[in-house]
Structures are given as structure tokens and as C-alpha cells.
């Protein structure tokens, strides 16, 4: 007969276990960071609303849109801070949701966020990316 131990002296498959759990949290922080970094960054900004509205939490049925630009917005104003606002936003979602759900979405609270995303596929388009944020996100990992 013959046999192999498979846990040796020193080594707790529950640790292990535990060790790869953190793993995965981590590389899933990375990937939603990276999510959002491409979705600030590529977000259009006219007035600001749309790019200061984007968030991350658990995915719920009740969500509905509940921010609309401000009557007299001023328009054609400088990316920069609408999009640092947005990805602000969507850092504290993450940092507040917990990652070992599998029901995290990214969602814009703007009520007008579906006609820019037929127009400019913000989200469409950090979809197309995923597969290289996540091999973005496994290398990095191996490099720790």
C-alpha cells in the first residue's frame, strides 16, 4: 500500500487556508481599485454630476438614481475634480463593502447616467478591460 501525508509537521491546512483567503480579498481590493481607476478616468464630464456620481457596494434591488444636475450647473468644466470626487467615491465603497461577496457592482447614482453610458460606455468599456486588470492584478500579486 501506498500512502502520502498530506499535511507534514509545522503545516495547518487551516491556516493555508486562511493565508489563501486573505490572498483573494486582497487581489479582489486590487481589482475593483483598478475597476474604478479605469471608470474615473474615462468618465465624460460636461457638468460633473455623472462623474462625481459613480459607487461601489452590494448589488440591491431597491437601487434607484437619486442625483440630477443642479438647475444652472455650469458646463464644460475641468475633469479633474469630478473624476478624483468619483473615484474618492468609489474607494470608500470599497473599502466599506465586504469583499468576500460575490454581489459587488458598481452603479452611478446619476439620474441621467444611462444616456451617457449609451453615448460614451463607461462601464462597457471597463467590462472590455477586465481581463487585463485581473492579469494586471495576478502579477502584481505574484510580485509580493
Keep these: ?24 480579498v486582497d ?3 486590487d481589482v475593483l481599485t483598478s475597476t474604478a481607476e479605469v471608470i474615473a478616468q474615462t468618465s465624460p ?4 454630476t455623472y462623474a462625481r ?3 461601489v457596494g452590494l448589488r440591491s434591488g431597491s437601487f434607484k438614481a437619486s442625483v440630477s444636475i ?31 461577496s460575490d454581489n459587488i457592482v458598481f452603479r452611478n447614482i ?15 468599456a471597463a467590462r472590455r478591460e477586465i481581463g487585463s486588470i485581473i492579469q494586471d492584478a495576478l502579477m502584481r500579486a505574484r510580485s509580493r
Aim: proline letters at 6%; a neutral charge; charged letters at 30%.
Design 1 to 24: 500500500m501506498v500512502q502520502y501525508r498530506g499535511i507534514t509537521r509545522g503545516m495547518r491546512l487551516n491556516d493555508v487556508a486562511d493565508e489563501l483567503s486573505r490572498d483573494i
Design 110 to 124: 446619476s439620474t441621467h447616467a444611462r444616456y451617457v453610458e449609451a453615448r460614451d460606455m463607461v462601464y462597457a
Design 70 to 100: 443642479p438647475d444652472g450647473a455650469p458646463r464644460n468644466v475641468s475633469p479633474g475634480p469630478p473624476r478624483s470626487e468619483g473615484l474618492s467615491e468609489m474607494m470608500a465603497g470599497i473599502a466599506s463593502v465586504d469583499l468576500t
Design 53 to 55: 456620481s459613480h459607487r
Design 27 to 29: 487581489l479582489k481590493r
Design 45 to 48: 464630464v460636461d457638468t460633473g
